[in-house]
């Protein structure tokens, strides 16, 4: 049996599920504009730079979902889905995701965006299974707190959060014929340096030179 790991935002999508989530809010009146896209740029910036702090980020981009019912909530990712996901999901994305699943690997989408954005994007590509960061829950209410919940699942945080799903599962990298990882991000490095077949996809400069050096596949998965 083989493994297959997916980063998600500018990877298996042609663009990013947590820039989009936050241009749907604004649509619609729910978040401030300005102070919206200046941190989104502040947040962009750091990670392009390898400099971000995820709970810094995680503190912001968690808060809207803390002022709002679970209903209210999945009403508008219903929305959001239809608006701003599915035209950035290409037919290469797609194709390449069922190729790994017609083969009988163990396949999971490996994202730092929160789970409950993520959660029907991973099911709209057939993906079973899901690790991404895990916004917090009252557990007398339901609803989200803003707060994320453990690990969150990014750079090394990945490899944490991946260990521990192998684990629950009875099964570690030795258990693995071959195991990939598809990531557009220098982020990633630490995962990819832990899989046998790295994939660079629609790479950032840095990752793409890594890449080159060492003999990596690259590809694009992006509509022609």
């Not at 002022?67 to 999945?74: Q, T």
């Not at 260990?163 to 557009?184: I, V």
């Amino acid at each position: 049996m083989n493994l297959a790991l997916f980063d998600l935002d500018n990877t298996l999508l042609s663009g990013d599920s947590d820039f989009e989530w936050a241009q749907f809010l604004i649509s619609k009146g729910v978040v401030d504009r300005e102070i919206q896209e200046a941190k989104n740029v502040q947040f962009y910036e750091q990670y392009k730079a390898g400099t971000l702090d995820i709970h810094e980020f995680l503190a912001f981009q968690l808060a809207p979902l803390a002022r709002h019912s679970r209903a209210e909530l999945d009403a508008w990712h219903a929305e959001y889905m239809e608006k701003h996901i599915r035209p950035i999901i290409s037919t290469e994305a797609l194709d390449i995701v069922r190729q790994h699943l017609d083969n009988g690997d163990l396949c999971a989408i490996v994202t730092a965006t929160n789970t409950f954005v993520t959660g029907a994007i991973g099911r709209a590509f057939g993906i079973p299974h899901l690790i991404g960061t895990i916004p917090a829950v009252d557990v007398q209410s339901g609803a989200f707190t803003g707060a994320s919940s453990g690990v969150p699942s990014f750079r090394e945080g990945k490899i944490v959060r991946v260990e521990a799903w192998l684990e629950s599962l009875g099964l570690w990298w030795g258990s693995f014929e071959d195991s990939f990882f598809y990531s557009d991000s220098h982020n990633d490095l630490p995962l990819m340096g832990k899989v046998k077949t790295p994939v660079a996809v629609d790479a950032d400069e840095k990752l793409q030179a890594h890449a080159d050096a060492h003999d990596w596949i690259s590809l694009s998965l992006r509509n022609a």
